[in-house]
Structure formats: structure tokens, C-alpha cells
């Protein structure tokens, strides 16, 4: 992370904390962790193909499924994803 451009801004509604990845840092960023402290951290997942992917796959079948259950589930795309808004594609 680069501190200079981190930030928090905070109403009486909401919080948001705005990061940035340090100039070496490359490609997306998979998941966060966040919570009161070290201990009673919580995982959260960005939205990308792969953790929707991810997510399905281990939801709509569990490990006991067979080869053709799995040729047989639908492909989803993540097409967008905005603050305002996620656009997928289910094939």
C-alpha cells in the first residue's frame, strides 16, 4: 500500500477507506481482510470471474459431484463491476 494517497472518510451513515497499491504492485486485487483487530479478522472477496467462479463451483456443486455435473454448470462473465453497479453475463 502507499500511505500518501490511503484515505478514510467517514459520515454519520457510512465509511469508506479509499487504498492504493504501492508502484511494484501488479495485478488485481483478490480479497481484503478487515475487523477490530489481528484475531477476529473477516475475509471479503472482490468481485472477478474467478472468485465468482470460485464461489459457484463450490455452492452449485461440492466435491462429491461428478466430471459431467461440472461440464454442465453455467459460465458467468463478469462483464462490469462499478461502485454503483455489477454487470454479468450467464452462459
Known sequence: LVSPETGVSVSAHNAAIGLAKAPGST??????CFGLDASSLQERLFVSEENI????G???????CS???????????????TEDRIQIRLK
Not at 495485478?27 to 481484503?32: Q, S
Not at 467462479?53 to 459457484?56: A, C, E, Q, Y
Not at 454448470?73 to 463478469?78: A, F, G, M, Y
Open 27 to 32: 495485478g488485481p486485487w483478490e480479497k481484503f
Open 67 to 81: 466430471q459431467s455435473a461440472l461440464e454442465s454448470q453455467p459460465l458467468i462473465e463478469v462483464l462490469d463491476a
Open 53 to 56: 467462479d470460485g464461489f459457484l
Open 58 to 64: 463450490s455452492v452449485l456443486c461440492p466435491s462429491f
